[in-house]
């Protein structure tokens, strides 16, 4: 009898110790250790101090996804008690593919966050589109980009306006597409790219018009060629 009283009372105690105040208690956070499998883009001050949140948010299942989720880097995490009041946090953290105009980014999952901090300097593509073309733009973008490695142009900004779109690369090269007819407009750019690349002149285009039916409007410098 005694045997089973003692036992109550060690789960009993075991049990108190999991509780918010005690395990999730933010005060504590000297006790947490973050783990991550590749090098941190989070401020891990930041994530610490949000942390207790989070993994409350996690332990509770919450079907929608927590406002936490969109202010840091996290896209997961696991968590474990190391005994007597330890926690280890494994951190999936978002895989950035282009910079939203403004402070946020555009994901691998398709989500758009917008962390308060970040450790490291990210050089990625700005887009500049409604929340809902990003992805779409995107991937236009890397379409686009795929031609412009044969002549070593990179793309720094994409930015839809009122019916078409710009890009524009780091040697200040403007290229002007619609979105509706993208694919033959990027098979006419591949034509052109192909046939100027043995004149030579590909570096000396300023802008690249894409939108006409049967061509495309180049200009160098201040001459414009159909």
């Known amino acids: 009898m005694m045997k089973n009283k003692l036992l109550f009372i060690f789960f009993t105690i075991l049990l108190l110790g999991c509780t918010k105040d005690n395990y999730f208690n ?8 973050l783990i991550f499998n590749h090098k941190a883009i989070s401020n891990q001050e930041v994530l610490l101090d949000n942390i207790a949140d989070i993994l409350f948010l996690n332990q509770l299942k919450v079907n929608n996804e927590p406002a936490i989720y969109e202010d840091t880097w996290v896209y997961g995490l696991e968590s474990r008690t190391l005994w007597p009041d330890k926690i280890e946090v494994r951190i999936q953290e978002h895989k950035p593919l282009a910079k939203i105009k403004g402070k946020g980014f555009l994901t691998q999952s398709g989500h758009t966050i917008y962390p308060k901090k970040t450790d490291i300097n990210l050089d990625l ?17 890397r379409n686009l980009q795929h031609q412009l490695n044969r002549f070593d142009e990179y793309l720094v900004k994409v930015k839809n306006k009122q019916g078409y779109t710009e890009a524009f690369t780091q040697s200040g090269l403007k290229i002007v597409f619609d979105q509706k007819d993208f694919r033959e407009q990027l098979k006419r750019l591949e034509d052109l790219i192909s046939f100027e690349l043995l004149s030579g002149k590909l570096h000396d285009i300023r802008t690249i018009d894409m939108r006409y039916k049967n061509g495309i409007s180049i200009s160098f410098e201040n001459k414009e060629r159909i």
Do not use: H
Not at 26 to 33: A, G, L, V
Not at 125 to 141: G, H, P, T, Y
């Open 26 to 33: 933010p005060k504590d956070k000297e006790n947490i250790s």
């Open 125 to 141: 593509i700005i887009l500049e589109a409604n929340q809902k073309d990003l992805l779409s733009l995107f991937n236009s973008s």
